[in-house]
C-alpha cells in the first residue's frame, strides 16, 4: 500500500453503557456503544531512510522520533534525542513492524522504510476535556459552544497532564495506529478497513489488542479496542491465556508474535454480536469533573467477589440477565423502526415531548412505547443493581451525587434511560434521548443541554459525541477530515 498519498485510518472511542466489571468475565458480555468521535492515523512516506517520526500536534513537547534495525532481527529504538516517551507508540511501532516483517518478509518491509514514515496523531477534542478551551471563549458548557471549538484543538499541555474524558483515547489510537501500519505495510489490504467481516480486520484486532494489553501492563476485558475495531456490539471477551505467553518474555514474543495474533489461532475466542442503538434517538455523554480512578474501582470489586462469591454470583447473574434485555430490547426497536417506519417516527415524536412516567397511555396499544417504556424500566433496574454493588463492594459505582444528577436527567421529557459508564464513578455520566424528525418545540438533547450547563452541584460538561455508525475502524480521504490536512 505505500504510495505518495497519505494513508489514514480512524477508529473510534466507546461508551461501556452495560456490563462494567461483568464484562471482565467471559461468562458475560458488555454492551458497547462506538463514538462519531475518533483518533486518527496519517502515515506519510518520509526522505529520512529507516526513521519513523511520529507527532501529536494537540500536545506540547509531544514528538518523536525512532530508527529502524532490520539485523538480526527488526527493532524500533527511540532517539536519544527524544525530549519525551510515549511508551504505546512505540510498543505499537516495535510490534507491528515485527509481526509484518514475520508476514511478510523482513527484506520487504525494510525496502517499504527505505524512504521512512512521518505518523501524525491527533484525537477528536471530546477525548479531551475542553472545560479550559470553552472557559477562554467565554463560552458556557453546552453542545452548541462545543463546536465553535476548531477541529483537534490544541491542549496547551503534555499528553501527560492532558485531562482525559474516558472515551477510550489509548485504545483508539493504538487500534488507529496499528490498522494504518499494517495497511501500509501490506498485511491487511484497504477491503479489510471496509469489509466488516474481512479477516484483516481480525487480525487488526488481535495485533492492536495485545498491543494495547502489553502498553498497559495487563491483560484487561478488551471492549475498548474491541470497539475501536468493530464499532458497536455486544461484547464477550476473550480468555486472557491467548496472550499470557506474548505479555512478559520478549524472547518467546519474537518467536511467536504471528502464530499467536494470527486469525487462525483458535484460542481467540472472543464474541463480537450486533447492536445498534434504536433509530431516532441520540446518546449524549457528560464528563464530569471529579475523576475517579478506574483501577481501584475494579480491584475493590473483584476483591468483594471473591470474598462473597454466593452473593456477588446471584447479583451478577441478575444484573447480566438485565443487561441482556436491555440489549434485546433496544435492538428489537430497530425491527420495529424496519417494519413499520410511520407508526415508530410518529411514537418517538410523541414521546419526546412527555416524560417516561407518562408513555404507558401509548404503551397500551402501541408495540413502540411498549418497548421504549421496557428500556426505560430496565435500565432503572440496571442502575439499582450496579448502587447495590457498590455498596456491598464498598466502591462508589453511582455515588449520590451522580444519582441525582442522572434522575433529574433522566425525568426530563423525551429522555429514555442513562447510567455511569463503564466502571462508573465520579467522572462521567449518559443519556439516551429522543432525536425525532419532527423538530418542533424544546427538544430532548437541548433540555440535557440545559440542565447539565445550569447544574450546581456537580460540573458537568457535555460531549459532542453522537453514536457512530460506520463500524469501527475506517479507511479516510485526508480532505473529507475537517481540520486535519492543516496540522500535516
Ligand atoms: N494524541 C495522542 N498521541 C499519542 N499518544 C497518545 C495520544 N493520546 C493518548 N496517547 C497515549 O495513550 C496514553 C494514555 O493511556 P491511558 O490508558 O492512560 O488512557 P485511557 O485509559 O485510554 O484514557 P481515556 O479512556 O480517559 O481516554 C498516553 O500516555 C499516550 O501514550
Ligand atoms: C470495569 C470495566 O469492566 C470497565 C471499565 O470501563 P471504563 O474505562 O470505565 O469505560 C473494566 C474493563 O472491562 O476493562
Not at 142 to 151: A, K, V, W
Request: proline share 5%; with cysteine; charged share 20%.
Amino acid at each position: 500500500m505505500a504510495s505518495n498519498a497519505p494513508v489514514v485510518v480512524s477508529s473510534p472511542g466507546k461508551v461501556l453503557i452495560a456490563g462494567g466489571y461483568l464484562v471482565l468475565d467471559p461468562a458475560y458480555s458488555g454492551v458497547v456503544v462506538s463514538t462519531s468521535s475518533r483518533f486518527y492515523t496519517v502515515i506519510q512516506e518520509s526522505s529520512n531512510k529507516s526513521t519513523i517520526r511520529v507527532r501529536s500536534p494537540q500536545f506540547e513537547n509531544a514528538q518523536w522520533s525512532y530508527s529502524v534495525g532490520f539485523e538480526p532481527s527488526i527493532a524500533v529504538e527511540a532517539s536519544s534525542e527524544n525530549s519525551s516517551k510515549n511508551k504505546f507508540v512505540h510498543l505499537a511501532l516495535q510490534n507491528t513492524l515485527a509481526l509484518a516483517g514475520e508476514a511478510r518478509g523482513v527484506k520487504k518491509i525494510s525496502e517499504i522504510l527505505s524512504k521512512g514514515l512521518d505518523i501524525t496523531i491527533v484525537g477528536d477534542n471530546d477525548f479531551y476535556s475542553q472545560r479550559a478551551q470553552l472557559e477562554a471563549l467565554g463560552l458556557p458548557r453546552t453542545l452548541s459552544s462545543l463546536s465553535s471549538i476548531q477541529p483537534f484543538s490544541p491542549q496547551g499541555v503534555s499528553l501527560a497532564d492532558v485531562h482525559k474524558t474516558g472515551l477510550g483515547s489509548s485504545a483508539a489510537l493504538i487500534t488507529s495506529l496499528v490498522s494504518s501500519l499494517l495497511l501500509y505495510l501490506g498485511v491487511i489490504p484497504p477491503e479489510a478497513l471496509k469489509d466488516e467481516t474481512h479477516e484483516g480486520r481480525y487480525l487488526a484486532h488481535n495485533v492492536s489488542q495485545f498491543i494495547h494489553c502489553l502498553a498497559q501492563g495487563k491483560i484487561g476485558s478488551g471492549f475498548d479496542v474491541s470497539a475501536a475495531v468493530f464499532g458497536s456490539h455486544i461484547y464477550t471477551r476473550f480468555t486472557p491465556a491467548v496472550l499470557e505467553d506474548l505479555m512478559g518474555d520478549d524472547e518467546k514474543r519474537a518467536r511467536a508474535l504471528l502464530s499467536v495474533l494470527s486469525t487462525s489461532n483458535k484460542a481467540w475466542d472472543h464474541r463480537v454480536r450486533p447492536f445498534a442503538l434504536p433509530p431516532l434517538t441520540r446518546i449524549i455523554l457528560a464528563d464530569v469533573d471529579a475523576g475517579s480512578d478506574t483501577p481501584s474501582l475494579v480491584g475493590k470489586v473483584l476483591k468483594w467477589r471473591k470474598e462473597d462469591p454466593e452473593k456477588a454470583n446471584a447479583l451478577w447473574n441478575a444484573l447480566d440477565t438485565l443487561n441482556q434485555t436491555l440489549a434485546k430490547t433496544l435492538l428489537h426497536l430497530s425491527d420495529l423502526y424496519s417494519k413499520d417506519g410511520t407508526l415508530y417516527t410518529r411514537t418517538v415524536s410523541e414521546l419526546a415531548s412527555s416524560k417516561h412516567d407518562q408513555w404507558s397511555t401509548q404503551a397500551a396499544d402501541n408495540a413502540v412505547a411498549a418497548s421504549f417504556s421496557e428500556a426505560h424500566q430496565i435500565s432503572e433496574k440496571i442502575r439499582e443493581k450496579m448502587r447495590e454493588m457498590g455498596s456491598l463492594a464498598g466502591v462508589p459505582i453511582e455515588p449520590p451525587e451522580q444519582t441525582k444528577l442522572l434522575d433529574a436527567s433522566i425525568s426530563q421529557s423525551g429522555v429514555i434511560s442513562g447510567g455511569v459508564p463503564g466502571a462508573g464513578g465520579y467522572d462521567a455520566v449518559w443519556v439516551l434521548v429522543f432525536d425525532p424528525v419532527d423538530k418542533q418545540g424544546q427538544q430532548p438533547a437541548e433540555r440535557i443541554d440545559s440542565l447539565w450547563s445550569t447544574y450546581k452541584e456537580l460540573d458537568v460538561s457535555p460531549l459532542s459525541a453522537t453514536e457512530s455508525k460506520a463500524k469501527g475502524i475506517h479507511l479516510e480521504d485526508v480532505n473529507a477530515i475537517r481540520g486535519l490536512k492543516e496540522l500535516l
